[in-house]
């Protein structure tokens, strides 16, 4: 019996169809030296809404990473911030169409950029941009 996924790499997957990723590898939970681009698990209560039925919606929280070479370059700046901003438009108007990750066992609602995307760091010639997003979902295990 094949594993069932995890949430992160549904999301992963998931990520791969935007544009801004375009024949890119996304990694999960590590960042390669280099350029590159990873999604990762991030800390954020596990609980979004309880009802009294007792059914509960649930969030998972991740950050997505976009590590870019360090240049003097304003435009390359101006694009890794564009990449961010692209990719929370992307998410909004695919979470609006309904268009969201297919996972066994899990329906996703939405998914939300909770963070814009920001330079977080620059070190060894290089910039890293992160955006913090969370999917609520309902899950049906």
Known sequence: MAQEKTILESI?????TCPVFSGSVIHKD???DGEGYSVNTAK???????YA???VLKQYWFTVTMKALDTEDASRTVDGIGNCQYLEEWLEKQSLDGSLPEMEGVTPVRIDTV????LDSREAGYVKYLME???VYLDNR
């Open 30 to 32: 590590y960042l390669p």
């Open 53 to 55: 039925d007792g059914k």
């Open 115 to 118: 963070k814009s995307g920001y």
């Open 133 to 135: 997003c969370r999917m």
């Open 12 to 16: 992963r997957e998931y990520l791969t």
């Open 44 to 50: 954020g209560e596990p609980v979004y809404k309880k």
